[in-house]
């Protein structure tokens, strides 16, 4: 059954405040912000540049802004095992949404991103979803006649995703040993949780086929709910995005890791969203009046045809 956009505001209300409430745990009263035993200070995670500008504070983390890239990410960042532990804590929540996976939203999303990286190049037979949770994305490559690979960390999730068929593997990227090369690999608003966006671009493209393509939905720093938001934007949430791309910043990593771009676009425009903060409402759960224009003025087309829409699609190709 098809969700309006204030049930799935009101789903992702739930899984923000579940999230955010175990940032507790981890802050120290006197300052607001995350102990320093938990995180550790970083340079820049595109260009390596070590002076970055404060941003603000939100939920305990800290969010700069590359002075020489103007790479948005977090700083200080949590050190690996205390990251790995907060994800091992956090499925409860997750694992419900994950029954909604289904849903028309997101199977509009996923197919039209099918149809996008399908188009860049012939003979692509089969596809890896990293961090496939219950296997919803890789249902529908399925049914395009793809073989489907599949690697999810949570347990749970790994088994759903197994039993429909799907070859799964409930381990680390770095830790598998594919049987063959893969024409597609896909990552699914993953790639702004991984701290070393390098590593992860130069691991994949050692398991990619010659003409393999990598397709990335993340969200976008550039987006213009981002940008009017600010701290209020639900992009930023202190924690689980340690690195938020940009058009440019993308490109940059891309590039360093011997990758161009075979093609760029924004989906989910949050107009409504803008809206709702225009008004002084609460952006996430305010009672959305204007759904097709942000103040009358700009629309969903030329939100997305600027490269303004919250999340970025990008296609990598050697
Ligand atoms: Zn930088």
């Known amino acids: 059954m098809k969700k309006s956009v204030k049930e799935l505001h009101a789903i992702r209300a739930k899984m ?14 006197s300052t607001g912000l995350f102990s320093t035993k938990f995180t550790e200070e970083r340079s820049c995670p595109v260009c390596t540049n070590n002076t970055p500008a ?3 504070n939100k939920e305990g983390g800290t969010y700069v802004k590359c002075s020489s890239c103007n790479m948005v990410y977090l700083n200080p960042v949590f050190i690996d095992e205390e990251l790995t532990k907060f994800y091992q804590s956090n499925h409860s929540v997750q694992s419900e949404i994950v029954e909604t996976d289904e849903d028309d939203f997101y199977s509009t999303i996923y197919n039209q991103g099918l149809d996008s990286v399908l188009s860049k190049a012939q003979l692509l037979t089969s596809i890896l979803d990293i961090g496939c949770s219950s296997g919803a994305f890789l249902d529908l490559a399925a049914k395009r006649g793809l073989k489907t690979i599949g690697i999810e960390l949570n347990e749970s999730e790994f088994r759903l995703a197994e039993q429909k068929g799907h070859e799964t593997y409930n381990d680390s990227l770095e830790n598998i040993d594919f ?4 024409d597609i690999v896909c990552m699914w608003d993953v790639f702004e949780h991984i701290k070393d966006g390098e590593v992860c671009l130069n691991t994949i493209k ?5 003409n393999g393509l990598i397709f990335l939905q993340i969200p976008s720093s550039d987006a213009l709910a981002a940008k009017m938001l600010g701290a209020k934007c639900n992009m930023y949430d202190g924690i689980e995005h340690v690195n938020l791309y940009g058009i440019e910043t993308i490109k940059k990593i891309a590039n360093k890791c011997g990758l161009e771009i075979a093609s760029m676009k924004t989906v989910i425009s949050e107009i409504s969203v803008m809206n709702n903060y225009l008004n002084y409402d609460d952006p996430y759960m305010g009672d959305t009046k204007n759904q097709s224009s942000v103040h009358g003025i700009i629309d969903e087309k030329s939100i997305h045809e600027n490269l303004l829409g919250y999340k970025l699609q990008v296609i990598l190709r050697r």
Do not use: G, P
Not at 18 to 26: D, G, K, L, Q
Not at 206 to 210: A, D, E, M, V
């Open 54 to 56: 404060f941003m603000f």
């Open 206 to 210: 050692s398991i990619l086929s010659i």
């Open 16 to 29: 923000w405040d579940a999230s955010i409430s175990r940032h507790e745990h981890y802050i120290d009263k």
């Open 179 to 182: 049987k063959q090369e893969i």
